[in-house]
């Protein structure tokens, strides 16, 4: 593994620590008497540095001149797995819409499918620019249910968590637009490969 390859294994780490920090309160409802407001820092500190390790190993790479077949398909492959850890929390707590996650979740199977067959056929296809631009908009809905759900375990007036859930579901709406027409362009790609 590269150094980037070792980078991007640093988010597969923390996504699923992600998971447990963020459903613990469900579990443990009074965690040493602190509630849930405690989780707070620590959800942001992990969403940061994922976010930011998936951009720091695409630097490495090539800065050091690792890109590689390999690559191409595991930085894609950590980010789909975060990205759906952190739509399931936010549709666990009924942030984001169920059914909405459910076209993410066909459209990731479906590019990882496409992904395989050309790999059959000796090509490697790494993210594309549609991909891209989904992941921002995954990244900003991320970002605004977070704060939905921060609104909430800090104890906020209800109009905050509101205004962040609903801004979070329509962008959430917006990014599953992106992610169809990325699939489409995905799917343009394999056919002329």
Not at 69 to 81: H, I, N, R, S
Not at 123 to 146: F, P, Q
Request: proline content about 4%.
């Amino acid at each position: 593994m590269t150094l980037a390859d070792k980078v991007t294994s640093l988010r597969l780490v923390l996504a699923p620590v992600f998971f447990a920090v963020y459903l613990l309160p469900r579990f443990v409802p009074a965690w040493f008497g602190q509630g849930s407001a405690w989780t707070v820092p620590v959800l942001w500190a992990l969403f940061i540095v994922t976010e930011l390790t998936d951009m720091i190993d695409g630097m490495i790479a090539r800065k050091r001149k690792e890109v590689s077949d390999f690559g191409k398909l595991y930085d894609p492959f950590a980010d789909t797995l975060v990205q759906l850890t952190y739509f399931l929390c936010f549709v666990i707590d009924g942030i984001l819409p169920v059914f909405l996650l459910l076209i993410v979740l066909y459209r990731e199977f479906c590019i990882l499918f496409i992904r395989n067959l050309m790999l059959r056929k000796g090509a490697a296809m790494g993210a594309r620019m549609g991909g891209k631009i989904k992941t921002v908009s995954y990244i900003s809905a991320g970002i605004l249910a977070l704060l939905a759900s921060s609104s909430v375990r800090l104890g906020l007036a209800p109009g905050f968590y509101r205004f962040f859930s609903r801004a979070a579901a329509a962008v959430f709406a917006v990014s599953v637009v992106f992610a169809v027409l990325s699939f489409a362009d995905y799917l343009r790609v394999y056919k002329k490969t």
